[in-house]
């Protein structure tokens, strides 16, 4: 809960993929709230027993939502679903405005990657999408230390530059530094 409500504010691509590894934490350690204690909670820097019972309290409501949305073997829950939609909103709204001519750029340096993950993916699941599940692939193939080809780290490095362009642009419209006007 901390660094979700950290990165949230900061760096909202962190802080989906952070969140989807929560909810894969959740889901390994079997929906068992003493378990994620002893196991995430315990080894948080907390401040006082107050801090760690609300964090212990959001990981409560975490499991309670993913019951309730019918997420325990897979997908996500609707709050990470809305902010790969709010990014993907906003991904149109900067490509339509023609403001950031460096993002405008980036994406269709990016497009053929996507277009290629699009044809190894399921149907129906947008560009920032797509770029956020080949980013956390890459995350879970790294936790598992497994090897990944040079040729999928040059596309992965891609992929960060212009998921980091977006989360650039997206927290500075959301501050009112960036007019799309």
């Not at 952070?18 to 889901?27: A, G, K």
């Not at 460096?102 to 129906?124: C, D, E, M, T, W």
């Not at 989360?167 to 530094?177: C, R």
Request: with cysteine.
């Amino acid at each position: 809960m901390l660094i979700a409500s950290y990165l949230k504010n900061t760096n909202i691509a962190e802080y989906l993929l952070y969140m989807w590894q929560v909810e894969d934490t959740i889901r390994a350690m079997d929906f068992d709230i003493e378990r994620i204690e002893k196991s995430v909670v315990d080894r948080l820097p907390v401040k006082d027993e107050n801090e760690r019972r609300t964090v212990l309290l959001w990981y409560e409501d975490l499991i309670d939502m993913m019951r309730r949305e019918n997420v325990m073997d897979k997908g996500h829950l609707q709050i990470n679903k809305n902010t790969v939609a709010d990014l993907d909103d906003f991904h149109y709204l900067i490509l339509g405005s023609e403001c950031v001519p460096a993002y405008n750029a980036k994406y269709l340096h990016v497009l053929p990657l996507i277009n290629q993950f699009r044809q190894k993916s399921k149907a129906g699941l947008t560009d920032v999408e797509l770029c956020f599940n080949f980013q956390y692939g890459i995350l879970m193939l790294r936790l598992q230390k497994k090897e990944i080809s040079a040729e999928t780290l040059k596309t992965q490095e891609e992929i960060s530059k212009f998921l980091i362009l977006l989360t650039k642009n997206y927290h500075a419209f959301a501050e009112g530094k960036l007019d799309l006007e």
